[in-house]
């Protein structure tokens, strides 16, 4: 437990100067978008949700109310302008959380900086912010993906702590529209915003409590970040989604269960003690699982996402600003603050707010209610097949009933006839990451069968799908027979005994 009044004096958010919407791509990229709207994809699950409920049940029926809009919940996002970059963003939240603080940039002693992704390739941004800043103090970069703000809140405590700084100035960016294609659907989920925040000692009682930080190694490739040449030769990052991408759904519960219940045993309390929570928000339904996974009311958090997609490590700050400004919590309130970095940490720290200052109020959405987020449940579909019809069947009989049950999820779930669906298409094409994973899940729940994920990248089509759950039969039906082969043998053995 960390109470010894040390935690956030200031905070301020900024963001790129375009609101883009969804008629950005309705008007550049059409071919992107499905000719005909789906509607909702029906989750096998009917079971209430607790928090020891299946890991990807959970996901999956926080997914499905999604499935129904194209867009999979983008609504806006904030994009940087053509005079505009990650280090420009940073100053301007940089410059407001001192004002808001009232402290001159020579009284700084200490800035830490986290650039996803830099102004220039190599190092990141934090001396070029301090001489633009005008700092005299040192200045060093962080990375932790979009845990960064956390992990650099844990460092400024701990330095303060120990007396080698009295304060610190902490800024994170994400400028991730930079490194996507926008014909790429991931564009849709990626926006522009820096955050900064000082940290300094508070009233007593005041300030961080606990931390629980822990390695996300397990979702290394999810994203895959590669250099290429734009179309005036310059050299850039290019993100697109890799091969690994579900296990960033597959470890989702586990890494907010473990941080969450870790930092509040850490600080002697429970989830029940804690006024506010602010979750990061890297996709339209995360909250939801978040909120599901603890068992907590969804009152007791926001979600920005409608507004401002994706923005990497800065979710966590602009979640907890917009909560102060709304008057979500308040000084003293108990805020537990989780964030999950991809290849790097998950991250989860509970603090008792102070009399914290704002900076300026951002840009008022174009096309947003204010209606808050609500948690959907998914319809109910009993499945046609099961494991145990299927093991009764000829070989012949499983085939076509496997294909059945296949072509009959796809037909509902993508809203087009049967006939359509050409069984030789690659299932990355057909489906998309999401709905893949949506669709791997849903097999394996119907037919107890472990589906590699690969199975849905690449050139792997329906028929490889069919042939690989096939193959899985057969062992299947070897094992237990081999298992009945040796069960006589040891009967017949005791009984000659």
Known sequence: MMNDSIGIRSLAISFGGIIRTNDYWLENFPELIPQEKPKRVRISHSREFTSGQNVLDIWSQAVAPYLSDPFRGNVERRVVDIDESSLTLEYRAAKDALNAAQISPQEVDLMIVASLFPQQLGHGNAVYLAQKLGLNCPAWNLESTCSSALVALQNAHALIQTGAYRNVLVVVSHTASQTVDDADSLAWSMGDAA????????????????????????????????????????????????????????????????????????????????????????????????????????????????????????????????????????????????????????????????????????????????????????????????????????????????????????????????????????????????????????????????VPIEKFFGENNLNHLIEMLLNQLALTKVLASTSLVNTDTEEREQLTL
């Open 195 to 450: 955050g900064a925040f000082i940290v300094d000692r508070l009233k007593p009682n005041q300030g961080i409590l606990a931390s629980k930080i822990v390695s996300t190694a397990a979702t290394c490739g999810a994203y895959v970040h590669e250099l290429v040449t734009d179309a005036q030769g310059q050299p850039q990052i290019r993100t697109r989604t890799g091969e690994n991408v579900s296990t960033l759904a597959e470890t989702s519960v586990d890494f907010v269960r473990t941080c969450c219940e870790g930092v509040a045993a850490a600080a002697g309390l429970t989830l029940a003690d804690i006024d506010f929570f602010a979750f990061n928000t890297p996709t339209a339904w995360y909250t939801s699982v978040c909120t599901q996974a603890l068992g907590i009311n969804a009152a007791k958090t926001i979600n920005l996402y409608p507004r401002y997609a994706n923005i990497g490590s800065v979710m966590a700050i602009a979640n907890l600003y917009h909560a102060a400004h709304e008057c979500k919590i308040s000084e003293n309130s108990l805020v537990l603050v989780y964030t999950k970095g991809a290849s790097a940490t998950a991250a989860a720290t509970i603090m008792r707010w102070g009399d914290v200052a704002l900076g300026s109020v951002p840009t008022s959405p174009l096309s947003l209610t204010q209606e808050p987020e609500k948690i959907h449940l998914a319809e109910i579909q009993k499945s046609s097949i099961s494991r145990e019809k299927l093991l009764a069947a000829s070989l012949q009989q499983q085939r076509q009933m496997l294909e059945t049950y296949l072509l009959e999820w796809l037909s509902h779930s993508l809203q087009i006839p049967i006939s359509q669906i050409n069984q030789d298409q690659p299932l990355t094409l057909l489906l998309g990451s999401l709905m893949g994973f949506l669709f791997k899940t849903q097999i394996e729940n119907d037919l107890k069968v472990q």
